[in-house]
């Protein structure tokens, strides 16, 4: 069963960044599409980046020109490097495939971004 573990967060100022792993196992990972979702308090999860098993990406405008996804797959790992950092970005991060076809989900990461 594929299991999924989501990495990197914590509690950043705003304006700095912080870069989110996602570590898969059990998976043929290099031909899984894969996105970066989020869930702050109260707020239903969001998709806001993806990437595909060939490295096409895609943003929510919400985090475009700030986050970057990425994948090793030799490594079954996903990234999402995210640069300045607004408090609208305060979440949990979770990664699982980007076509609906979920994984179980993990626990995800949270990422609180405050003065």
């Known amino acids: 069963q594929v299991q999924l573990k989501e990495s990197g967060g914590g509690l950043v100022q705003p304006g700095r960044s912080l870069r989110l792993s996602c570590a898969a196992s059990?998976?043929?990972?290099?031909?899984?599409?894969m996105g970066w979702y989020r869930q702050a308090p109260g707020k239903q999860r969001e998709l806001v980046a993806g990437?595909?098993?060939?490295?096409?990406?895609n943003y929510s405008d919400s985090v475009k020109g700030r986050f970057t996804i990425s994948r090793d797959n030799a490594k079954n790992t996903v990234y999402l490097q995210m640069n300045v950092l607004k408090p609208e970005d305060t979440a949990v991060y979770y990664c699982n495939r980007l076509d609906g076809r979920w994984f179980p989900w993990g626990q995800g990461t949270q990422v609180t971004v405050s003065s």
């Open positions: 990437i595909t098993s060939s490295g096409s990406t």
């Open positions: 059990g998976s043929i990972f290099s031909i899984d599409p």
